[in-house]
């Protein structure tokens, strides 16, 4: 059984960072494409960021590049999203998620090609 768990959300104040981790298990993380998602209240999710397998392919929603970095650890089974200068608008639900891939070059922008997602950890930040 396929188990994503994010952790590292919480209260911030405008300008400070965060960074949230997603512990994946239960795949086989080498060959996972991973993402983050946010959804905010009323808002529909949408794309933050994405990892190929191999960690050398990354991409960003533009709202958030040059803010924010996602990275993964193999060794951990763990991707990360160190998020800097946070914003009133970063306020969101963050969500990991998880796809087997044979390709070792494809990420994912689109949250319906991913087959796995965590529960989510929710990112408040306080302007």
């Known amino acids: 059984q396929v188990q994503l768990v994010e952790s590292g959300g919480g209260l911030v104040q405008a300008g400070d960072s965060l960074r949230l981790s997603c512990a994946a298990s239960?795949?086989?993380?080498?060959?996972?494409?991973m993402g983050w998602f946010r959804q905010a209240p009323g808002k529909e999710r949408e794309f933050v960021a994405a990892?190929?397998?191999?960690?050398?392919?990354?991409d960003y929603a533009d709202s958030v590049k040059g803010r924010f970095t996602i990275s993964r650890d193999s060794a951990k089974n763990t991707v990360y999203l160190q998020m800097n200068s946070l914003k009133p608008e970063d306020t969101a639900v963050y969500y990991c998620?998880?796809?087997?891939?044979?390709?070792?070059?494809?990420?994912?922008?689109?949250?319906?090609?991913?087959?796995?997602w965590g529960q989510g950890t929710q990112v408040t930040v306080h302007s």
């Open positions: 239960g795949l086989t993380f080498g060959s996972a494409a």
């Open positions: 990892i190929n397998r191999s960690g050398s392919s990354t």
């Open positions: 998620a998880a796809v087997q891939v044979y390709n070792s070059m494809r990420y994912y922008t689109n949250g319906a090609s991913y087959s796995y």
